[in-house]
C-alpha cells in the first residue's frame, strides 16, 4: 500500500508522529523493519503475512511462522540458573527445577525452550517446539527421535528421560515426544503416582526372555518394563543371564536369592550416560534391573547393562568410556578400556583399572587394587591399603600412607618416596631427593642420597650421602652410622666427611661430630673435630675433642700399641716425643743416645711442685720446698740435689703430697751438697730413696 494521507509519509518509509494515532486497515504488507519504542518486526522479504504472527523473543517482536507456534510465556526470574530442555515448575514463590516424584516440591508444567539471558527465559507449556537437539537428557546424552521422554524421579533434577518410572513414590509424567532429532510435541499431562502393583507372572518368550524349567534366559532384546516374578538365583555364564530356580554363579561367586514379589523394570540409576550399541541377541541396549528390595549388597538396584562398547554389571554403577567395563556398587569406569570392579571405585584413566574399596586409577594405563589405593600417574601402579602412585611410572605398594609421588618412583611398605627416581622400602621410609633410596624407616633427603636405619633416626640429607642405623650425613658425599641416643645421633656434616662412632645425650652437643671438610671418626664415643681441622681424624678413645684449627691432618689415638716391634733404627734417626699440654706427638732432631745425659731443672724459687713431665734432675738453688706430683706415674724417678751449699742451715723438704715416702710424708736434705733419689711404685703406692749422700 502506499501512505500519502499523513505527513512524513512516502512509498518507501514512514514515521509516526509521537502523540498521533496510525490506524492502517484492509491488507497491508511491509518490507524491512517496523520499529516502535525500541522493539523490532522482521518482516518477511516477501512482504507476505500468510502464514506467519507476531513472536516476542529475546526483547524483539519477530514475524515466525504459524507452524513453530506452541503455548509459551516469557517469565523473569534472578538468576534463574535454567537451560534449554529443562523441565521446571512453580512451589509457590519461585521457579524450581522439577522432579518425577511425590517428595517433588512442585508440579512439573513446561520446559525452557529460550533461555534470554540470566534472569529471563521462555517456558513452553505444550505443543510443537524444534531446537531439542541441543536438549541433553539426566545423563547428559543427546535426546533421540521418535522416543516418549519422562519428568526425571531424583537427581539431577529438571531433567528428562526415557525410562518410564516404576517404583513405588515416583510419578509417571511424559513431557516430551519426539518426531525427529530436532523436534518434538510438550505434553503435559497429570502424572501418575506409582504405588503397590500385582505381579504378572513371566510366560513363554517373551520381551527378549525364553523359558528355560523353571527359569528364564535372555534370548533377545529386552522391552521396558518386563515384569518377573517368583524366586530365582542370578547367575552369568560367557553372554548369557541366567534367571533359575537354582543356585547359580557370578562371575565365580555364589549368586544372591533374590524374591521378586513385586514389579521389577528398569531403571535410570546410576546417573551416568549409557552407550548406545547392539545388546547380547541384538536389538537396543540390554538393560535388566531389580531396583526394589534388597540386591547382592542390601543397597537397592542391581543392573546388567551390555552394549558392543561397554559392559555395567552391578548396583549403582556406571559405565562411561568406551569399551570399558563395570561390575559391582557404585562403580564408575570413564575411561577407554577401563575396568572398574568392587565398592565406590572409579577408573577414569585410560587403560585404567580400578578394583577394591574406594580405590581410583585416575591416570592412563594406571592400576590401583585394595582400600583407598589411588594411581593417579601415567603408567602408574597403587595396590595396597591407603596406597598412592601419583608420580607418573610410580609404583606404591604396601599399607599405610605408602606414597610414591616423584616419577619412576617406588615406594613399597608404610613408606613415602617423593623423589624422581626414589625408592622407598620399608616402615615410615622417606626417600625425598631424586635418585635417593630409603630402606627400613630411613630418611634419604637428598640427592642420590641413601638411609637405612629405624624409628626414623637415620638421615642421610646431603648429596651423595649415606646414613646408615641412627647416623646422619649432613655434608655431601658424607657418610654416618653407629649408634646413638634418641637426641644425638653420630653426625657427618663436613663434605666428604666419615663417622662411625657412638653417641650420647650427655657427651656430644647437636652440633658436634665429624664436622670438617674430609674429617674421619672410627670408633669410640662422644668424639668431636671442629669445622676447621680439614682431614683431621680420630681413632678410637672416648670424648676426644679437636676444637679450633690446629689440628688440621692431624690424627688423634688415646693409646697406641704398636702389635710387632718397629724395624731397628739408628742413632741418627728422628725420634717422637708426646707433648702432655696440646696432645700432641712430635719429632726432634738425632740424638745421641746417653744414659748418663739427664734432662735437668733449676729451681730458683721458695718452694715448687713437680709434674709427671718434670725434668728427671732438679738442682734445688734457694729453695726449701719441693712437692711431688699429685698422681705420680709408676715408676717415675726424680733426682733432688741442694747446688745452693746451704741445705744444712735450710734444711731442703720434700713433700710426698699424699703419698709417704717410706712411711713418712716427707724426706729431707739436711746437708750441704746433699741430694736424694725418689721412685714411685703404683703398686706400693709410695714412695722409696734409691739413694742418697
Not at 58 to 76: C, H, K
Not at 121 to 134: A, H, K, Q, R
Not at 271 to 300: C, H, K, M, W, Y
Request: hydrophobic share 35%; glycine share 14%; with cysteine.
Amino acid at each position: 500500500m502506499t501512505f500519502v494521507t499523513r505527513p512524513n509519509l512516502d512509498n518507501n518509509a514512514f514515521r509516526q508522529e509521537s502523540g498521533t494515532t496510525l490506524t492502517l486497515t484492509g491488507t497491508t504488507n511491509f518490507i524491512g523493519i517496523l520499529q516502535s519504542k525500541g522493539t523490532e518486526i522482521d518482516a518477511d522479504s516477501t512482504g507476505a503475512l500468510d502464514g506467519y504472527a507476531l513472536k516476542y523473543v529475546g526483547g524483539v517482536i519477530r514475524l515466525v511462522e504459524e507452524a513453530d507456534q506452541a503455548i509459551t510465556q516469557i517469565f523473569n526470574q534472578t538468576t534463574h540458573g535454567f537451560t534449554g530442555g529443562t523441565v521446571v515448575g512453580y512451589n509457590g514463590s519461585a521457579w524450581e527445577k522439577a522432579v518425577g516424584h511425590i517428595t517433588g516440591t512442585s508440579e512439573p508444567i513446561g520446559i525452557v525452550t529460550n533461555v534470554i539471558d540470566a534472569n529471563n527465559f521462555e517456558l513452553t507449556f505444550g505443543g510443537y517446539i524444534t531446537g531439542t537437539t541441543s536438549y541433553t537428557d539426566y545423563s547428559g546424552g543427546t535426546l533421540v527421535g521418535g522416543q516418549v521422554y519422562f519428568v526425571h524421579p531424583s537427581s539431577p533434577a529438571g531433567t528428562l528421560t526415557k525410562y518410564k518410572p516404576v517404583a513405588e513414590g515416583e510419578v509417571e509424567k511424559p513431557m516430551l515426544s519426539t518426531f525427529g532429532s530436532n523436534d518434538g510435541v510438550v505434553t503435559s499431562y497429570r502424572g501418575n503416582i506409582i504405588t503397590g502393583t500385582t505381579v504378572n507372572p513371566l510366560t513363554g518368550a517373551s520381551n527378549g526372555l525364553r523359558v528355560v524349567s523353571s527359569g528364564a534366559r535372555l534370548g533377545g532384546p529386552l522391552i521396558e518394563n518386563t515384569e518377573i516374578t517368583g524366586n530365582f538365583n542370578l547367575g552369568i555364564s560367557a553372554n548369557t543371564i541366567t534367571l533359575s530356580g537354582s543356585t547359580g554363579t557370578l562371575l565365580g561367586k555364589a549368586a544372591f536369592t533374590q524374591d521378586f514379589s513385586s514389579t521389577y523394570g528398569p531403571r535410570d540409576v546410576p546417573d551416568v550416560n549409557f552407550v548406545t550399541a547392539q545388546t547380547i541377541g541384538g536389538g537396543d541396549d540390554t538393560e535388566i534391573l531389580f531396583a526394589r528390595g534388597s540386591s547382592i549388597d542390601g543397597n537397592s538396584g542391581f543392573k546388567f547393562e551390555y552394549t558392543n562398547t561397554a559392559l555395567t554389571l552391578g548396583s549403582r554403577s556406571g559405565t562411561v568410556g568406551n569399551f570399558s567395563t563395570t561390575l559391582g556398587f557404585n562403580n564408575c569406569a570413564s575411561g577407554l578400556h577401563s575396568l572398574s570392579t568392587g565398592y565406590d571405585t572409579i577408573s577414569s584413566g585410560n587403560q585404567s583399572f580400578s578394583g577394591g574399596y574406594y580405590t581410583r586409577a585416575t591416570g592412563v594405563n594406571s592400576f590401583a587394587f585394595g582400600n583407598y589405593a589411588y594411581a593417579c600417574g601415567n603408567i602408574s601402579f597403587a595396590v595396597g591399603n591407603y596406597a598412592c602412585a601419583i608420580g607418573n611410572n610410580s609404583v606404591a605398594i604396601g599399607t599405610g600412607a605408602v606414597i610414591a609421588n616423584g616419577n619412576c618412583s617406588i615406594a613399597i611398605g608404610n613408606s613415602r618416596a617423593y623423589g624422581g627416581y626414589a625408592l622407598s622400602i620399608g616402615n615410615f621410609g622417606r626417600a625425598c631427593g631424586n635418585y635417593s633410596m630409603s630402606l627400613n624407616s630411613g630418611r634419604a633427603y637428598g640427592t642420590s642420597s641413601f638411609a637405612l636405619g629405624n624409628g626414623g633416626i637415620s638421615r642421610a640429607c646431603g648429596t651423595g650421602s649415606v646414613a646408615f642405623p641412627t647416623g646422619c650425613a649432613i655434608g655431601g658425599n658424607s657418610f654416618a652410622g653407629g649408634d646413638g641416643d634418641t637426641s644425638r645421633v653420630p653426625l657427618a656434616s663436613g663434605f666428604g666427611s666419615f663417622i662411625w662412632s657412638r653417641t650420647t645425650n650427655a657427651g656430644v652437643t647437636a652440633t658436634e661430630g665429624a664436622a670438617a671438610a674430609y674429617s674421619a671418626i672410627l670408633g669410640g664415643q662422644n668424639h668431636n673435630i671442629a669445622s676447621g681441622n680439614t682431614r683431621a681424624a680420630i681413632l678410637g678413645g672416648d670424648t676426644i675433642k679437636l676444637t679450633g684449627t690446629s689440628y688440621i691432618d692431624y690424627v688423634a689415638v688415646p693409646n697406641l700399641a704398636l702389635w710387632d716391634g718397629p724395624e731397628t733404627g739408628t742413632t741418627t734417626d728422628q725420634i717422637l716425643v708426646y707433648d702432655v699440654d696440646d696432645k700432641k706427638v712430635k719429632r726432634i732432631g738425632a740424638i745421641t743416645v746417653d744414659l748418663n745425659s739427664y734432662p735437668t731443672t733449676i729451681i730458683t724459687g721458695t718452694s715448687v711442685t713437680l709434674t709427671n713431665s718434670s725434668d728427671f734432675v732438679q738442682l734445688v738453688s734457694g729453695a726449701t720446698g719441693v712437692t711431688m706430683p699429685a698422681s705420680p706415674d709408676d715408676e717415675i724417678v726424680f733426682k733432688i740435689k741442694d747446688v745452693s751449699g746451704n741445705a744444712a742451715s735450710s734444711n731442703i723438704t720434700i713433700s710426698g703430697n699424699g703419698k709417704n715416702i717410706e712411711g713418712q710424708p716427707s724426706a729431707t736434705i739436711n746437708s750441704n751438697y746433699g741430694n736424694l733419689e725418689f721412685i714411685f711404685n703404683a703398686t706400693l703406692d709410695e714412695w722409696y730413696i734409691l739413694s742418697f749422700y
